[in-house]
């Protein structure tokens, strides 16, 4: 999810199917029990990240609306840094 903040070729199709497959590998690794308690959060990660890169080139460009979205979080207007700081 932080990935898709910070990498603006990143779409909402890459952002879904990377949580789904982050949540369900760690899942199945943790219920299985083949790595010790919590180690299934490195490679859940790795295939997260690795599905979003993955599906966000397969399924095209982010939409102007959603670059716009990952924009104001790293630069917001005025008016917004304002109200963000309750001045």
């Known amino acids: 999810l932080v990935f898709g903040i910070w990498w603006p070729r990143a779409n909402k199709w890459g952002g879904f199917w990377s949580m789904v497959v982050g949540a369900v590998t760690y899942c ?3 219920l299985l029990g083949v790595l ?3 180690a299934a959060v490195f490679p859940a990660l790795a ?3 690795l ?3 993955v599906i ?3 399924t095209g460009l982010p939409g102007k609306d959603e670059l ?3 924009l104001r979080m790293h630069r917001p207007t005025l008016e ?3 109200e ?3 001045a």
Do not use: D, W
């Open 36 to 38: 010790p308690r919590f």
């Open 68 to 70: 716009l979205m990952v």
């Open 56 to 58: 966000s080139y397969a």
């Open 28 to 30: 199945t690794l943790e």
């Open 47 to 49: 295939l997260s990240i």
């Open 80 to 82: 917004e840094h304002r």
């Open 84 to 86: 963000l700081k309750g």
């Open 51 to 53: 599905t979003m890169v």
